[in-house]
């Protein structure tokens, strides 16, 4: 697995990138140029053609018109109060070549495009399920061993170990608890912790 994927489908007049910065990313580009007028293509860099971001939804369902198992996806993207409206629709009923609309831009591929386009997106969405979608553990965060039926519910459900936390709680002058949990979710705010039923 490598960490970045890029992919051009060029025709004549218009170009299609996907992009994908990072494996860690819950997200990918679409980049669309068009050929100008003096026969030189549009720069991105140079604010020229248009860029989407789509999440892991929206690739999933990408993906089913790609597999053929629908016949058209269409939805809009808001940024910055711009509505871009993109679509993914089979030209006919043979399913040999596929319309992209992303806002004024259309790109059409053909069967052999259309596969590397499908293949890719699936081997991209695979990565980011494995990698986006993982539990990040904020740093300054003590981290120690848990007790063991942690360790052992992680194996039955043949999931990756859990952080597990360990504090100590003066209930008064004479007595100490030691409370032991599994941090199973986090957001910037808050963390979710599932406490032992031992304490």
Partial sequence: MVEKHSQSFFGQSTGLTLLSSSKSD????????????????????LGEGKTIK???DEIVMILEVLQRNSDSWSSYHNFKDVKTQISFKWEGG?????????????KMLNFSQTEIFRLLLKHIL????????ILKIPSGK??????????????DNNATVLPTVKESIENNENEVSQINGVIEGETEKALLIQFNKDK
């Fill in 26 to 45: 819950s997200f990918i580009f679409f980049k669309c140029i068009k050929k100008k007028p003096d026969g030189s293509w549009e720069k991105p860099s």
């Fill in 54 to 56: 789509c999440n892991l």
């Fill in 94 to 106: 043979a399913k040999k070549k596929l319309l992209i609309y992303i806002g004024n831009y259309s």
């Fill in 126 to 133: 695979e990565e980011k399920i494995e990698f986006a979608t």
């Fill in 142 to 155: 003590t981290v120690v061993s848990g007790p063991k039926s942690i360790e052992q519910r992680n194996q």
